[in-house]
């Protein structure tokens, strides 16, 4: 089988956690890896080369592996350096699968438009999410109108990253920078990605505006205070970031879209994936289809029997790539959205086939970061730009 | 033991289904009740006498009824005529409980405080769900620190009430007009009642201002089409109601409370409350608890282990109130929380304490209603009105 060459670039939690199942697929070969952190660097080449029981290249600096021209390059780096790799690859002529995150500024949101419209190279963000397999079941669902006309998506990225953002001394992760200097919305792209989705957008439907709101900072600064494990210097820190901001964005179809984020307090993780039409709803939290055709009003109250009643819609709307996928075994992490989400980059270049989240998809997800940051600060309403 | 005289003022769906829990009750005896329709004043006083075996005055003008001067009135009539009885009433010396509903102008919650504050008459609002168990004990647990510092509050009215609003031909209900005129977050009490008590608003908290959004209007309609009970001139009506509000409040405080209306589409019933701090959480939909003192990162990801945990917390936190409720046997509707309200009216009345809930926390509550018409029309935040 024909195999993608490939660089990846950026070996932090995300990047190095992703080589062993990269190393395991059969239609991608990693010829190189590269880290801002020399220790890194080693570490991720150790793993490959072991893993393949072969020599890889390994570099300290993204300019040198993009020089060296893989087939693409996996762009697995902190979230503000996605944008500067990302253009200069395509500059390069080298196809770019991108991490996710939301970006800094909407110019950077235009200018990757911009590269990819100029240079034509392939440009996908790797976007695991919407490979979910409840994620895809809905899709299914929803394009075969078993929910009705589309009115609400909910979503959040609602995790404790505490002791991740406040981790140790040596503290090398973007999210504490990011904690202690912008108040925003800033990982849209996890719950944002599949409901874009469902609503079309790009595709006949678009986001018009977006209103983001933040509550105080009060959960970094009380966890510090009660852990010995975080560094004196941040018990008392400023941080800028409120513990839970909520996002509405309206769609030109008149959809709502909800975000909420919410990583600084304790609680159990959720994206909270909610899709409500006027036939049928699916919730995440809970794992429940309702849907007027199977469920009648004495219902209503029955919580019990609806608890993750979502389990018996498997069988008949499971989407066509999990049935696929399921059939071959699943692999990966993320309950199998990794590598559906690294198969589906390497196929599509693979076969020519362009990919199914476009770049200005990712540019509308990514633009929800600096958009919610403009919202919060001047306490308006900011209309969305059209990325065409 | 001392009894209220009380005359029922509204005998629609809410005021005759409360008959025989307000006659089984032993602090309440009912002396006459009003309906603007009178076979439903025939009805209501029929259920009261053959109840207590012996007549009960019926008027079907509540005027006349405030006129007879019962030891207080309670108002379940309609939400346009809630401010008018209650502010005759207090100009009459007659002591209020008021059923729910929002506000139909920011002018009426003024006229409403303004008017107990000139005579002095005792004013409540009867937000039952301030009575739920676990309502009540998440504030028992808040006023105990668990949950920490208090982020982000959330809640909902989400009903599915396409049967009720598009009932038959002979429609009395007020919810018809209001969906066919207006577009707003129209029934706001029942989420943001609780949670306005867990935040302390009006006792050193305050809310500060409101921005709502609506979705469009699809489900009314769709539902209408597809059913042959609704009536044929409301298959095709301009409903004005979005199928999802959402509204959110930014606290004094610096807490965000978010309430979502959405009472059009198909689904299970949920206030969906939740109450987020800086060491634990509740949230209604799955009725879970997660504290730090609990819990740990391991189980961030292990939503069935928490599936209705709160339960388990009852023992420790159950409320005082609802602790003396359940060894005096659980009694009346909506799992008690009717009884609660009620009995809370009488005995405070009858001790002469002043209400738990006050004529600002009406205002307040009541007025989320016409402000959230405001922000809805104009696209734009409205400041908070202050009730003082």
Sequence with gaps: MKKLNVGVIGLGARGYSMLPLLCGMENINIVSVCDMYHDRTEAGAALVSGSYGRPVAAYDDWHELIASKPDAVLVMSGWESHVEISIEAMRSGIPVGCEVGGAYTVDDCFRLVSAQRETGVPFMLLENCCYGRYEMMVMNMVSLGLFGEIVSCEGGYRHDLRTEILYGEKNRHYRLNNYLSRNC????????????????????????????????????????????????????????????????????????????????????????????????????????????????????????????????????????????????????????????????????????????????????????????????????????????
Excluded at 210 to 217: E, P, V
Excluded at 222 to 238: G, I, M, N
Excluded at 356 to 377: F, G, N, Q, R, Y
Aim: hydrophobic share 35%; glycine share 10%; net charge negative.
């Design 185 to 388: 919305e800033n990982y849209p792209t996890h719950d944002l990605g599949p409901i874009a989705q469902v609503l079309g957008i790009n595709r006949g439907n678009s986001f018009v505006s977006l209103t983001s709101f933040a509550s105080k900072s009060a959960g970094l600064n009380d966890y510090a205070r009660l852990h010995s494990t975080v560094p004196e210097k941040l018990r008392d820190a400023a941080f800028a970031q409120g513990d839970v901001v909520k996002t509405v964005i309206r769609c030109s179809g008149g959809q709502l879209v909800t975000l909420t984020l919410d990583t600084t307090l304790p609680r159990p993780y959720s994206r909270g994936f909610t899709v409500q039409g006027t036939r049928g709803m699916y919730c995440e939290d809970g794992n429940y289809i309702y849907l007027d055709r199977d469920h009648d009003e004495t219902m209503h109250f029955d919580w019990p029997k609806r608890w993750n009643n979502a389990e018996g819609y498997l069988k008949e709307y499971d989407h066509p790539v999990w049935r696929k996928f399921l059939e071959d075994g699943v692999r990966g992490g993320h309950g199998g959205m990794d590598y559906l989400v690294y198969n589906e980059f390497a196929v599509c270049l693979l076969e020519g086939r362009p990919f199914p989240i476009t770049v200005e998809d990712a540019a509308c997800w990514m633009a929800v970061t600096p958009l919610s940051e403009i919202s919060i600060k001047e306490g308006r309403t900011v209309p969305f730009p059209v990325f065409r």
